[in-house]
C-alpha cells in the first residue's frame, strides 16, 4: 500500500459526460501528479500541482483540468467524453519536487 | 517522440538465475532514473531509483546500471523469485522540469519456479 488513494476504482460512463476522479496523496506529500495509461500507450504524465499550484503539464488535453485543494486532495476532470479517453488513470505524490513518486491503485475508465 | 524505450516487451527466467531488464533514453536532459514494478489491477510501485551522479545503485536484490555515454539504464534482480513476475518500467526525470517522469513501455518479466 502506497498511501496514495483514488477513488473510484472503476468509472463507465457514455461518450459526451464529464466525471471527476479524485487522488488523496500520501500523508505530508505536497506534490500530485496525474498519469494515462492507455492499452496501446504506456503511462502518460498529464499533469502535476504543488501545494495547490499548477507546477508542470504534459499531454493534457483541453477537455481535462485539475485542481489540488487547501487539504492537497486532487481531483481530475475530463469532459466532453470520447471512446478514446478510456484508460487507467493513475495518481502519484511526492514529498516535494524531485523526489520518488509514489503512485495509487488507479481508477479504471470506460466510455461507452 | 519516445524519449524512454524498453526494447524486450517480454522476457523470461529461471527461479534463482539473473534478471537484467534494459532501457534506452534519448534525452540527455534526465537526470535521475526509477524502476518501477506492476501488477495487474494495481498501481506501479517504486523500485529503485538512480541520480545522474551515480553508475550505480543496489538495494538488497535489485541494481541498477547507469552507462550515460551509452543513455542506457539497466535493472538487475538476483536471484529472481516468482513473486517478481510483472511488468517492470523504467522512468526517467529532469529535477528541474516539475519531475513530470517519463515512461518507457514496460518489460513483462516471468519468473519460471
Known amino acids: 500500500d502506497s498511501g496514495v488513494t483514488q477513488t473510484p476504482k472503476h468509472l463507465i460512463t457514455a461518450t459526451g459526460q464529464r466525471v471527476t476522479l479524485r487522488c488523496s496523496p500520501r500523508?505530508?506529500?505536497?506534490?500530485v501528479y496525474w498519469y494515462q495509461q492507455s492499452l496501446d500507450q504506456g503511462l502518460q504524465f498529464l499533469i502535476q500541482?504543488?501545494?495547490?499550484?499548477?507546477?508542470a503539464k504534459g499531454n493534457i488535453l483541453e477537455r481535462f483540468s485539475a485542481q489540488q485543494f487547501p487539504d492537497l486532495h486532487s481531483e481530475l476532470n475530463l469532459s466532453s467524453l470520447e471512446l478514446g479517453d478510456s484508460a487507467l488513470y493513475f495518481c502519484?505524490?511526492?514529498?516535494?519536487?524531485?523526489?520518488?513518486?509514489?503512485f495509487g491503485p488507479g481508477t479504471r475508465l470506460l466510455v461507452l | 517522440d519516445q524519449q524512454v524505450k524498453q526494447n524486450s516487451p517480454s522476457l523470461s527466467v529461471q527461479e534463482g538465475r539473473i534478471s537484467i531488464l534494459n532501457c534506452d533514453y534519448t534525452n540527455s536532459m534526465f537526470d535521475y532514473f526509477l524502476w518501477y514494478k506492476k501488477y495487474p489491477a494495481e498501481g506501479p510501485t517504486f523500485l529503485i531509483s538512480i541520480s545522474s551522479i551515480k553508475d550505480k545503485n543496489e538495494d538488497g536484490r535489485f541494481t541498477v546500471f547507469l552507462n550515460k555515454s551509452a543513455k542506457h539504464l539497466s535493472l538487475h534482480i538476483v536471484p529472481s523469485q516468482p513473486g517478481d513476475s510483472a511488468v517492470y518500467f523504467c522512468a526517467a526525470g529532469r529535477g528541474n522540469a516539475g519531475n513530470m517522469l517519463t515512461f518507457g513501455g514496460g518489460t513483462r518479466l516471468m519468473v519460471k519456479p
Open positions: 500541482y504543488y501545494n495547490g499550484e499548477e507546477r
Open positions: 502519484a505524490s511526492s514529498s516535494g519536487t524531485g523526489e520518488t513518486q509514489y
Open positions: 500523508s505530508g506529500d505536497l506534490s
